[in-house]
């Protein structure tokens, strides 16, 4: 069998509901031709369900990787996903991000050596969230910023993320002031980098540490390439019950260093020192 194209790395922990939205988003890609790992921070049965359901009657090639609960260990699931990873080429989102059907294909048109790709989401309000069924992802409503103002939406320029094409969606990503960095909910990147920089700081947990991988990237040389505008997902709304104070600091001291030291490489990544 021929290795797929590229593999999309897909974060969760305990949101069945989502999870299940955003895979039928991956159901519904233009291009079909991807491995689909999903990094299981220790779920309950709920989500292994869901899978199950997926895995029994998709065309996709659906991989689980799970590890048992024991707080946020998000950096750590996710190193063992890369090393699940069959293709040369990962891109990452969260299980709480529906993609729209072109995202994966405008990841793979866009990639280049020396890069990794930065996009970013749409958030949505929580009653949008709930009411998505798969027959709205199917015919992209979500995706629609008039269906979304008839079920409240406000208006903003924001929602020119799901309406730009062409040229304004170069001009957009051209001007945007947010910079391009490594974003957990939506980045791809060659394995080749991210096993060079070792993965995730899996001394991290919430806060930053998508980023911190993104800024040893940097410091190896690769460049990020603005996709803001171009490779769309539609952010589901939840709470976060998970952010500590103490994490976020914790997590502030290792970017700092990572930066002041321009370090390219963890200790605490893939490889265990």
């Known amino acids: 069998m021929a290795t797929p194209k590229l593999s999309v790395i897909l974060s969760t922990y305990n949101q069945p509901e989502w999870l299940e939205k955003v895979l039928w988003g991956y159901e519904y890609q233009t291009e079909a031709d991807f491995e689909l790992i999903i990094a299981d921070d220790g779920s309950s049965e709920e989500t292994q369900r869901v899978i199950n359901h997926f895995q029994n009657q998709s065309q996709l090639k659906i991989v689980h990787v799970w590890h048992e609960d024991n707080g946020f260990q998000k950096t750590k699931i996710l190193n063992k996903a890369i090393k699940a990873s069959t293709t040369d080429y990962l891109l990452f989102s969260d299980g709480d991000c529906i993609p729209r059907k072109d995202f ?70 051209w001007i945007t002031p947010t910079e391009a960095t490594w974003n957990g909910h939506n980045a791809s990147g060659w394995k080749e980098d991210i096993v060079k920089v070792n ?52 997590n502030a001291a290792i970017r700092k260093t990572t930066k002041e030291t321009k370090s390219v490489y963890t200790s605490f990544g893939i490889r265990k020192s």
């Open 199 to 250: 993965g995730f700081d899996e001394r991290m947990q919430y806060g930053g540490e998508d980023r911190e991988m993104g800024e040893r990237l940097f410091n190896l040389g690769i460049k990020a390439k603005q996709l803001r505008y171009t490779a769309i997902c539609v952010h589901l709304d939840h709470a976060r019950g998970y952010v500590k104070p103490e994490m976020l600091k914790k």
């Open 104 to 173: 994966v294909e405008k990841h793979l048109l866009n990639r280049a050596f020396g890069y990794f790709l930065s996009g970013g989401y749409f958030k949505l309000p929580m009653h949008i969230s709930e009411m998505i069924t798969e027959d709205d992802i199917r015919h992209e409503r979500c995706f629609d910023v008039e269906w979304l103002k008839k079920h409240g939406l406000k208006s903003s320029f924001k929602n020119n993320k799901l309406t730009a094409q062409g040229a304004k969606e170069k001009f957009l990503n």
